[in-house]
């Protein structure tokens, strides 16, 4: 079955610390993409990091790096010196390759709150 | 300015009354798709569109329907919605192809149905 799993459902860091967000994935296509969302309290979807399965390094933009580690099937978003604008909740979402649905399957998400 | 608009934003109902929710974008995007979001299960597709005239069910399509007549439109119809259709709907549209085409979502739809 393909699935997301985010295990955290909440968690707290303290301004300007870095926080790791946990993802899990289960999937039999050899070919996928990993994407992380980030949903404030306003309910819009905002992204913010895709990594490929093939891709050889990690992906980074700006302060949010993904911890992709293939053979653990995981995918762990990093926030690097988090500001209280990072309190939100945050998707973890996956599309194989060979879904032919194209669509995105999601974890049950994350609400990182950041602490001044 | 790129972007997926729907409308309404916010939407009360009662049981069995028809109601549509609008989703458009302004990308020339050959790929849209509904999603509805409930506490704890993340988002789920309900339907997608290839391309138009085509398209498809998603993970949870009982109770919705959709069109795609255009290109940029494509609408989630609810015939006779039922308390269980409460929820946080999103579309979102794409290029597609590629496993790394962003998909970009609009504002979300709230719905609520009594």
């Known amino acids: 079955a393909q699935k997301i799993t985010q295990t955290q459902p909440g968690m707290f860091v303290q301004e300007k610390e870095a926080v790791t967000l946990d993802c899990t994935y289960d999937t039999s296509d050899p070919s996928y993409g990993l994407f992380w969302y980030k949903q404030p309290s306003s309910g819009e979807m905002i992204f913010l990091i895709y990594?490929?399965?093939?891709?050889?390094q990690n992906a980074t933009e700006g302060r949010y790096s993904l911890n992709f580690q293939k053979a653990r099937k995981s995918a762990n978003l990093v926030i690097s010196a988090s500001q209280l604008g990072d309190s939100a909740m945050y998707f973890c979402a996956m599309r194989p390759t060979m879904d032919s649905s194209y669509k995105l399957i999601f974890g049950s998400g994350t609400r990182l709150l950041v602490r001044p | 300015e790129a972007q997926v608009t729907q409308n309404p934003r916010y939407l009360i109902t009662v049981t069995g009354k028809k109601l549509t929710v609008t989703c458009s974008q302004n990308m020339n995007h050959e790929y849209m798709s509904w999603y509805r979001q409930d506490p704890g299960l993340g988002l789920r597709q309900i339907y997608y569109s290839m391309n138009v005239e085509v398209t498809d069910k998603g993970d949870v399509p009982e109770g919705y329907k959709v069109s795609r007549k255009e290109k940029r439109n494509f609408p989630l119809i609810l015939e006779s919605p039922s308390p269980n259709q409460t929820s946080l709907y999103f579309c979102?549209?794409?290029?597609?192809?590629?496993?790394?085409?962003?998909?970009?979502f609009g504002p979300g739809t709230r719905l609520t149905v009594l």
């Open positions: 990594q490929g399965s093939y891709d050889q």
């Open positions: 979102a549209s794409s290029l597609f192809g590629q496993s790394h085409n962003e998909q970009f």
